[in-house]
């Protein structure tokens, strides 16, 4: 899906699907549009916040190269942006909060089971004797 995007003059980043829905823009000067981008893998919104490649490879402790295929491939939300990606800080919790609740699912073993095997021994114990009544 194609958007705008535009930046604020503190840094901030935004993302809205068409001029007129850059409702955040009216009335402040402060936004400026900075050109089209192309969405991989997470919808259109006002104002976000955004982290770089260079941060999100921080956040995550890995490499740049990690973050940016895993874009590519649409595991990562990602707006790719000329040659750089910005990441939606609330699209990237998101996708890494299902993911970690994925593999949690994965990795959850069952309760374990009390199996009782026989061991073959008689036991020591006299038996108790059957009465009987005489009368």
Request: net charge positive; proline share 7%; charged share 25%.
């Amino acid at each position: 899906m194609n958007a705008i995007l535009y930046r604020h003059d503190d840094g901030r980043l935004a993302v809205a699907a068409s001029e007129e829905k850059a409702t955040f823009a009216t009335g402040e000067p402060k936004w400026n549009r900075v050109g089209p981008v192309e969405l991989h893998g997470l919808t259109v919104g006002s104002a976000i916040s955004v982290m770089a490649s260079e941060e999100v490879g921080i956040y995550l402790d890995c490499e740049v190269k990690t973050v940016e295929d895993a874009a590519r491939a649409g595991r990562l939300p990602g707006v790719k942006y000329g040659r750089s990606w910005i990441f939606p800080l609330s699209a990237l919790l998101e996708s890494l909060h299902n993911e970690a609740m994925e593999t949690a699912k994965k990795n959850r073993t069952p309760p374990p089971v009390a199996i009782v095997k026989p061991t073959g021994r008689k036991s020591r114990r006299t038996p108790v004797p059957t009465l009987v009544d005489f009368r």
